[in-house]
């Protein structure tokens, strides 16, 4: 699938489900900050498809930066892309939060 520079609603090029809640109308895949939102919705809910296709539009080293810094991801996500780049967990700041995080108990 080819994919342009030119500015385009994201739901035109990855899977919705990756997106829900957010106004994808409003978001430019080219806007840093946009960018790095779907990188890391892509990487945590998208498809393997939608997963390849970041790779080819973003490439891995800009992946790296957007994952790395996100503020939140799915655990699964962390272990992933630890094990597919050979770093460990804490690499991630959203790992370093949880871990900082106490855990809520809840009294029933």
């Known amino acids: 699938m080819n994919v342009s520079t030119e500015s385009k609603p994201v739901s035109l090029q990855f899977n919705k489900r990756s997106f829900w809640g957010l106004d994808t109308q409003k978001m ?5 900050v946009d960018a790095d939102t779907i990188i890391a919705r892509v ?3 998208g498809t393997h498809e939608d997963r ?5 539009y973003f490439g891995i080293d800009r ?6 810094n996100a503020p939140e991801l799915q655990s699964t996500t962390i272990s992933f892309c630890s094990l597919w780049w050979s770093v460990e967990p804490t690499a991630f700041l959203s790992s370093r939060k949880k871990a900082a995080e ?7």
């Open 52 to 56: 390849a296709m970041a790779v080819r």
């Open 102 to 108: 106490p855990i809520q108990f809840v009294s029933f």
């Open 63 to 68: 992946i790296k930066q957007a994952l790395f």
């Open 43 to 45: 990487m945590d809910n």
């Open 28 to 32: 430019d895949i080219n806007n840093p």
